[in-house]
């Protein structure tokens, strides 16, 4: 079975950290395209926006909002996919979710927003993160 099970989040104060992290299975995790996508509480229409991805080749990509403050990861001996979120801020509270192209030949990164999960082949669950001042 395909899954990509989603890990961390929570609540915190600004200024605070969280790492989030994905655990693939059934898909070959070295081969795959990530990405982190991130929907606003209340976001009427399911949609998401890109915080980061990371290509098979090692290219990542932030978004303008998380460089400097976010950092992605691949472990591919644990088949692992992480965020490690510092500075947050309250414009950050949403539900973020990681994902993967498993074959590896989609770009991640989306131009302003879309449907979510309507873009790459396995999705996490999602995960709220909420950030207070």
């Known amino acids: 079975e395909v899954q990509f099970l989603q890990f961390g989040g929570g609540s915190v104060q600004a200024g605070e950290s969280l790492r989030l992290s994905c655990t693939a299975s059934?898909?070959?995790?070295?081969?795959?395209?990530f990405g982190w996508y991130r929907q606003y509480a209340g976001n009427r229409g399911n949609e998401c926006e890109v915080v980061s991805s990371r290509k098979r080749d090692g290219t990542t990509y932030y978004a303008p909002f998380a460089k400097g403050r976010f950092t992605i990861s691949t472990d591919n001996a644990k088949s692992t996919l992480s965020l490690q979120m510092n500075g947050l801020n309250r414009d950050d509270t949403a539900v973020y979710y990681c994902a993967a192209d498993s074959d590896g030949v989609m770009d991640p990164v989306v131009d302003g927003t879309f449907p979510c999960a309507r873009y790459l082949d396995v999705w996490g669950q999602g995960t709220l993160v909420t950030v207070s001042a």
């Open positions: 059934g898909f070959r995790f070295e081969r795959s395209n």
